[in-house]
């Protein structure tokens, strides 16, 4: 979830918008060959580092499935938000949400909503839960007020 800040979109200042114009209506007037070449070029450039990070996520999957062992802090983790629980269905619900957020502003400003109207487990939660609870806790005081955030 990037986003480019509004102020790169949308320049403000008119010889900066005037150039992204002219810009604009180069490329719309170039020949089509040129331009990808030259696309293409770009992108070998970034090859490397794709294939670098793909090398390294297969490692940490293979690894991470090496040690996975039944009843993992993760699994026991989410067997505590089952999801018919009212915390699992809201882990879902944020989870989904989440995946249609366009950008990372507006994924903040979820997340700090969702945190602002926290409770506390009661007193029948595990440790590990009342231990999670107080954790999202915490990040929601770090989190900027969501008013503020929705302005």
Do not use: Y
Request: positive net charge; aromatic residues 2%.
């Amino acid at each position: 979830m990037t986003s480019m800040p509004a102020q790169r979109v949308f320049p403000q200042d008119p010889d900066e918008l005037h150039s992204l114009r002219e810009r604009i209506r180069e490329a719309t007037l170039r020949p089509e060959a040129p331009a990808v070449a030259e696309l293409r070029e770009t992108l070998l450039g970034v090859q490397a580092p794709l294939q670098a990070a793909r090398a390294q996520a297969i490692d940490w999957i293979h690894a991470a499935r090496a040690h996975a062992r039944p009843g993992s802090r993760v699994e026991s983790l989410l067997a505590q938000f089952s999801l018919d629980s009212a915390e699992g269905k809201a882990l879902m619900s944020l989870a989904e949400a989440l995946l249609r957020t366009p950008d990372t502003l507006s994924a903040d400003r979820l997340i700090a909503e969702r945190l602002a109207g926290l409770r506390a487990g009661g007193p029948g939660a595990s440790l590990q839960v009342r231990l999670g609870l107080t954790l999202l806790r915490a990040a929601a005081r770090l989190m900027p007020d969501t008013r503020t955030l929705l302005g």
